[in-house]
């Protein structure tokens, strides 16, 4: 136990190191997230959400807290998974003696801690740019939603790898499953509104919108539905069961 503990931590950093050194994974995975927080924070900055005194940025930042977790824990953690797949570099980890469990625990232990960089930053930015901080009764409810939204969606990426065919369309793929649903939650404008009824109910059944619910209540007073937390917990154990079922080592 104690040397596949060290193994795992071994790959962890590994992988860390392999994430910051790639230009194409550190500006889509951490840059990202964080141009649209300053582009789109600075264009609403000093509006309030209709009929309240609460600053658009203020929920605005949780949001793009929220797709910054998504980005690192289902978008990259799943193309990079599918594009080792089909690079055969799962199959050789395989034969080496590094034991898979390890080696996949390194995978999640790395994007654990580009969960956290991001994390530091947007909520550094949202305060130093925007004034938006959490609510300090909150800091627990902020820490525990983050923890079920990086579980949640770390368990979605493997399962959304293993059903990537080819490495050139892992990263369109994991944008387009989820992109959209987060565009009409209301992720990247607080104030969008308008859906239909059923539009409305069906996009409230995908975690984008109760991960959003959850650290934006953590910031301003906008209680969630306790189905968010349920929801959450659902698709973690969907994904999960989903990834062991269908995870593959070779394309």
Request: aromatic share 10%; charged share 10%; with cysteine.
């Amino acid at each position: 136990m104690t040397r596949t503990v060290h193994l795992t931590v071994r790959q962890a950093l590994l992988e860390q190191r392999s994430f910051w050194r790639s230009a194409e994974y550190a500006l889509f995975t951490f840059a990202f997230p964080l141009m649209i927080l300053l582009l789109i924070g600075a264009a609403n900055s000093g509006s309030h959400l209709p009929g309240t005194d609460i600053k658009n940025t203020t929920v605005f930042v949780p949001g793009i807290l929220a797709f910054g977790v998504i980005v690192a824990a289902y978008v990259n953690l799943g193309s990079k998974v599918a594009v080792l797949r089909h690079d055969g570099v799962l199959k050789r980890i395989r034969t080496t003696p590094l034991p898979s469990g390890a080696y996949i625990g390194g995978l999640l232990v790395s994007t654990v801690a580009t969960v956290i960089s991001i994390t530091a930053a947007t909520g550094m930015i949202g305060w130093l740019a925007f004034g938006a901080v959490p609510r300090p009764g909150e800091l627990l409810a902020l820490a525990g939603g983050l923890v079920m939204g990086t579980m949640c969606f770390a368990a979605l990426g493997l399962a959304i790898s293993s059903v990537i065919t080819s490495a050139e369309s892992a990263g369109p793929v994991a944008y387009a499953s989820f992109l959209p649903i987060a565009i009409i939650s209301g992720v990247f404008d607080p104030t969008f509104s308008g859906l239909p009824d059923w539009l409305s109910r069906l996009v409230a059944t995908f975690p984008v919108k109760a991960l959003a619910e959850v650290l934006q209540n953590a910031y301003a007073v906008r209680p969630f539905p306790p189905w968010a937390l349920a929801n959450l917990a659902l698709w973690t154990a969907a994904g999960a069961v989903f990834a062991l079922w269908r995870f593959r080592w070779q394309s």
